[in-house]
């Protein structure tokens, strides 16, 4: 995953009750710490974003758990967009250990923007693309 470069970062706090009984990191809160990743990454990244209005949604997810995670290690998101449709975009994300920077999980989504008013796609405004592909420093359209 060293091809791909991830410019936005959130450090994350591990909670008591995120770890299982076998001390590890429940795999089920990965992908809390995706959401907050994605979530963020749009927050930050796009402009004008109306949470009551429109929404990114899941369509597909892809999760490859590498390595385990235990409730005193030091860990980080990191997302990025590789490529953005009419409609949807692509993430790849990964949860890192901020010390060591070894990869634990990596997860690949495709994300539909979504009308919260109409209940239906919509597609991605040009104020986002453009923010999303000036934020990565390259042209991620899908020609």
Same mark, same amino acid.
């Given at each position: 995953?060293?091809?791909?470069?991830?410019?936005?970062?959130?450090?994350?706090?591990?909670?008591?009750?995120?770890?299982?009984?076998?001390?590890?990191?429940?795999?089920?809160?990965?992908? &809390?710490?995706?959401?907050?990743?994605? #979530?963020?990454?749009? /927050?930050? %990244?796009?402009?004008? !974003? *109306?949470?009551?209005?429109?929404?990114?949604?899941?369509?597909?997810?892809?999760?490859?758990?590498?390595?385990?995670?235990?409730?005193?290690?030091?860990?980080?998101?990191? &997302?990025?967009?590789?490529?953005?449709? #009419?409609?949807?975009? /692509?993430? %790849?994300?990964?949860? !890192? *250990?901020?010390?060591?920077?070894?990869?634990?999980?990596?997860?690949?989504?495709?994300?539909?923007?979504?009308?919260?008013?109409?209940?239906?796609?919509?597609?991605?405004?040009?104020?986002?693309?453009?923010?999303?592909?000036?934020?990565?420093?390259?042209?991620?359209?899908?020609?």
């Amino acid at each position: 995953m060293s091809e791909i470069l991830f410019k936005h970062i959130i450090p994350l706090q591990l909670r008591a009750n995120d770890v299982d009984r076998f001390g590890h990191l429940n795999n089920a809160v990965y992908f &809390t710490f995706y959401d907050l990743g994605k #979530t963020t990454y749009i /927050e930050n %990244v796009c402009p004008d !974003v *109306d949470w009551e209005k429109e929404a990114i949604v899941v369509v597909d997810i892809h999760v490859n758990f590498k390595s385990q995670i235990f409730g005193t290690d030091r860990v980080a998101v990191q &997302t990025t967009v590789t490529s953005i449709g #009419t409609k949807s975009f /692509e993430l %790849v994300q990964r949860v !890192v *250990d901020s010390d060591s920077g070894e990869e634990k999980c990596v997860c690949r989504s495709v994300m539909v923007t979504y009308d919260l008013i109409q209940h239906k796609s919509k597609p991605i405004s040009d104020d986002w693309v453009n923010a999303i592909c000036l934020f990565e420093g390259k042209d991620l359209r899908k020609k």
